[in-house]
C-alpha cells in the first residue's frame, strides 16, 4: 500500500476540510480505504508533496526567504503542519508571543504543536524569561527534553518549592546530556554558586566531557568552577602531549587543573605513553579520585586495543567508584577475558544502579557468582538469570540458554478487534507518520509516528494499542516501525510483528542456492535496515542487506554479475544477491563462525582477523570484547535475531549458543586461507 491509499482517510483530515483540523485536530477520520483519488487531485497531491521536499531542503539551508514563498503551495495538504513548522522554526528567534501563540492553536493536540513548544521553551529559557517559560511548559506534553526539565527544576527552586533531591536530579540531568546544553549547565552554575553542588561535581562533567572527546562539554563546566582555566582547554584537549610537557603545567594552577583531562585524552592516542607519564611525574601529583579515573582512562583505552596490560593499568584503581560506567564496563571485559570472575563483580558492583540493571552486566554479574564456591551466590545468580531470562535479546537468550531453555516460537496474542483495527487506521497521527515515511519525508514521519505511540499521551499506548499500530505499519510495509512499535509492548510479544520476513520466497530461495542459513541473513537484514527497501547509511551503504558500493563491485565481479551498474544495489533481488554472496565468503573465510562474519559485515573482514588473535576465548566473552560499540552491538543483535528466526522458520527450539559457537581465538591450521582482497 503506497500514498494513495492513505489519501483519502487523510484528505478528509486536510485537504477537503483543513479548517476543521485546525479547529479539531482529534477529528475522527474516515476508514482506512484503497479508494484511488481522482487524476487531478493526485496531480496536486504530487505538487505539494514536492513543495514540501523542497522546503525540508530550504530548511536545512535555513533559507527563510524560500520556506515563505513555498508555505501556500501546501496549504490544505496532509502535511501542511510541518511546512508551518518548519517556516515559524526558521525564523523563531524573530518571532513574536502572538505568532507563536496562533501556531500553538492552529496545530493543538498534534506533534508540530509540542514540537515547537519545545523549541519555544528552549529560547524562552536561553533569555531567562522564567516567567513566560512557566506559562508555555504548562502545556508541554513530550518532558523528553533535559534541557527543559533543567530550566523547569531551576524555576520551581526559584520560586521557593522544597525539593531535597535537586542537585542529584540536576546533576544526572546533566552528566547524562552528551552534548553542552544551556539548561542543565545554566542550572547546575546556580547551584554551584550558592554552595548546593561541589566543586568536584562540576569536574566530574568536565571528566565526562574529556572522556567522549566533546571539547564543548569541558569548556562549559570549567568556565563554572574554573574560569582562569578556560584559556588552556583547547590545548589539554586537542595537543595533551605538548600540553603535558609544558614546564608551565607543573607550575601554573590554572594548567594544573587539566592534568588528568589531558592525560585521559594523550591515552586515547597512546596509553603506554599516558601510563608512562603517569609513573614517571604525574601519578603522585594527582588526587586520589583523579589517579583513578586517569588510570581508568588508560585501562580503557587498553581494552579497547585489546592489550594484555589493560589489566595492569585497571589493577592501579584504589576505588573503583571513582570511574566512570564505561571505564567500568571496559574493566569487566579485560578481567572477562583475564578469567578474572573476582575483578568482573567488583567491576559490576561500582557501575551505577542503572547500569548494573543493564542486562549485559545482570548476565555477567551471575557468572560471576556462579563461578565461585558459594551456595548462596550461586542461588542468588539463578535469581538474576531469571530475571532476565526471554526469548529476544542477546543476553535474555543467554540467560535463557544457561537455564536449560530454548528459543522457541510464541504463541500470538488475542487477534485485534475491528474496534482495536480501527482506532489505528482513523489515528491521524499515525496516518501521518505513514504518508510521510512514502512521501521521502522518513525522519519527520519516524518522529511523528513515536510521538502518537509514546508521547502524546502520558505514558504511551497500551500494549493493545501498540500492536494495533504496528498492524498498521506492517499492513503499509512500514517495516521499521511495524518491528520497533511492537518491540515497545510489555505484557504480550508478536513475534509476527518483531520478526517479519518480508521477501521470504527471494531471501530462502538465494540463501540455499549458496548453503547458507536463511535464518542468519533474516537476522542480520532485520540488524541493517529493518526492511527499509531504500535505506541508506551515513557511510553510503544502501538497500536491504546496505551494501557499500565498492562490496557491491567487487562482489559482482565474483559471482559473475558482468552488467552490474552501482544504481542496481537498491533492486531487491540484485541486493539480495550481492549481500548474501560476501556474508557466504566472509562466512567461508572464517571457518563458518557466525560472530567473526557478522563483524567482518559490518566493520570489514581486516578488524575480525585481527580481534581474534590473543587468548582464545569463550565465544561469548570474544563477542563482548569487540573494541567497536557499533560492531559488538551488531553482531550480538544479528546472533539473537537468527535464533528467534531459524524458531520460526524451522518450526523447532532454537538455541543461541549453536550460532554464536563455543570458543574464538586465533586461526588454525585448518582453517580457510583468507580473501586477501575480501573488502
Partial sequence: MRLATILTPLCALSCLAAPALQAQ?????AALSPAATSPAAQAAQAAGDAALLEMRAA????DTTRLSRLLPAVQGHPLEGWAAYWELTARLREAQRPEVDAFLARWRGTYYEDRLRNDWLLLLGQRRAWSEFAHYHQGFRMQDDAQVQCYSLLIDDIQGQ?????PEHLLSLWWGQRNADDGCTHAVSELYADGRIKADQIWQRARIGAHNNRPAVVRSAVQIVAPQSLAHVANAMDKSSAFLNNKATETDPARRALVPLALARLASNDFADAAARMEARWSAKLTPAERDWVWGAIGRWAGIRLSPSAAGYFAKVGDDGNLLDEQLQWKVRTALRAGNWTAVGKAIDAMSPEGQRESAWVYWRARALLAGQDAAGHATAERMLQGIAGLTGFYEQMAYHWLGGKVAVLPEPDPLSEDEKARARTNPALLRGIYAIQAGLRS??????????????AGGMSDRELLAAADLACQHEVWDR???TSERTRSVTSFAQRYPMPFREAVVQRSEEIA???AYVYGLIRQESRFIMDARSSVGASGLMQIMPATARWTA???????FKPGDINDKQTNIAIGTAYLKLALDE??????LAAAAYNAGPGRPRNWRNGPTLDAAIWAENIPFNETRDYVQKVLANATVYGAILSGQPQSLQARLGSTIGPRSAADPVAVADLP
Avoid at 25 to 29: E, I, N, R, T
Avoid at 162 to 166: C, E, V
Wanted: hydrophobic share 40%.
Fill in 516 to 518: 547458507l542459513d536463511p
Fill in 557 to 563: 565481479g565474483k559471482i559473475g554479475l558482468t552488467d
Fill in 444 to 457: 519527520e514521519g519516524v518522529r511523528e509516528w513515536n510521538y502518537a505511540t509514546n508521547l502524546h499521551e
Fill in 482 to 484: 511495524c518491528i520497533n
Fill in 590 to 595: 572464517f571457518a563458518g563462525s557466525m560472530p
Fill in 59 to 62: 530548511f536545512t539551508a535555513k
Fill in 162 to 166: 522544597s525539593l531535597p533531591d535537586l
Fill in 25 to 29: 485536530p482529534a477529528l475522527q477520520v
